[in-house]
């Protein structure tokens, strides 16, 4: 898999928004991963009283061992970490952790300068600054897009020890009320052991964000003593666990490792990585022979459907492609990504009723997530195609207040604002990104 200006091949798809530093943050969009985290997350957050459709669960494309929260709408996990831990329990505890932060308050106190994150400017600002946090705190001086990064900034998202230990002990309670074994919450810290020896320059920026000392293990250690409960079947999580680690394995890891991880299991998670890393490899019909044995024993898998779409377009068999995102659809016709990669291969097709349409899938797939860089690239273009320039510009405008390039992003705002009429929800959006450039 390949970051920034890069080609990405495979069906991850990035948004990016630039740090202060050099360094960029990166989100791993893909909305099989996506729904199989929701579901893990879902009996976690019902039992923190927040409802699982408000609370996405999303990952940063990064190495480090980290978690974090922007505000009550999101859970992001580096994908280090995501690869690191072995259950679903463990997956599980690090939710549980985020949702006590979020339930118990400690975000909402500290949003003054997030409050405006759910607009796709606000949301490109925020996620720069979380994840200059996690920076080595002199390159960090640089600032955050337009502003600085100032010592209050800094403090937005490091919890202090009481509210680790109030969030501690609330994960404990959620997981217990939730049916997964709390004993995972000392398994999850139990990773991060040694890092306060380490300098604040080598240390994971959990270590800086989520104050980890030998205090904190030992009182966890007790509170799980102390409240051992018991665990529901976990049969369902694993299964989700495994796909979505899984999934996200079979894209960053060398795609020859996967195959040789993978060879002689016949399991659809198996199938699924080995199709992608046949499509990595460039060995098209290996892999489109793969996804269909993987599709003959799940044909109702909308996910499923969505892969090999992908695998299909990325290897310009454009009709093909666009039937099993079509598949894919029928099958989940709410989920925006999917919706999105649909559009995508409409583009591709490029006829006059395939542009038509792909206006129509991008228009749905934006209503229902305006964070995906990738479909306002593509809604950008299909609108272009349809004639409506002041749209595509303010797609244009969107996209590029998510990748945290205020400058362009200002360019493409005042270009739409000034062609939209006025007061109408385009040129509020318009509006929305000159706000964030000032």
Known sequence: ?????????????????????????????????????????????????????????????????NAFVLNSRAIFIHSGLLQRVGTAAQLQAIIAHEAAHIANGHISRRLANTRNANTAAGFGLALALAVALAADEGSAAGGVAAGTLSAAQRQLFAHTRAEESAADQSSIRYLLRAGVDPAATVEVLELFRGQEALSSARQDPYARTHPLTATRLRTLRGLVAANPGRAADSAAADALFARAQGKLSAFIQN?????????????????????????RQADATAAIQTMQTLLAAAPRDAYWHELFGQILLES??????????????????????????????????????????????L????????????????????????????????????????????????VHARRAADRLPRGSAPWQRAQDVLSAGQ
């Open 1 to 65: 898999m390949r970051l920034l200006f890069l080609t990405l091949i495979g069906s991850l798809w990035i948004t990016l928004a630039t740090a202060p530093t050099a360094r960029a943050v990166s989100l791993i969009r893909d909305a099989d991963i996506e729904h199989s985290l929701s579901q893990l997350a879902a009996p976690v957050l019902r039992a923190a009283g927040l409802n699982p459709s408000d609370v996405r669960i999303l990952v940063v494309e990064d190495r480090g061992l």
């Open 316 to 361: 310009r068999q454009i009709g093909p492609a666009v039937q099993s995102y079509q598949n894919a659809v029928a099958l989940n016709g709410s989920e925006p990504l999917i919706l999105g990669g649909y559009g995508r291969a409409l583009l591709a097709l490029d006829t006059a009723e395939s542009r038509a349409r792909a206006v129509q899938m």
């Open 363 to 410: 228009e749905r797939a934006r209503a229902l997530d305006g964070h995906s860089a990738a479909i306002l690239r593509d809604l950008g273009q299909a609108y272009a195609k349809a004639g409506q320039p002041a749209l595509a510009s303010l797609a244009a405008a969107e996209r590029y207040a998510l990748l945290g390039r205020l400058d362009d992003a200002i």
């Open 255 to 279: 795609p020859g490792w996967t195959l040789r991880q993978t060879r002689g299991d016949t399991s659809p998670v198996a199938l699924m990585r080995r199709a992608v890393a046949q499509h």
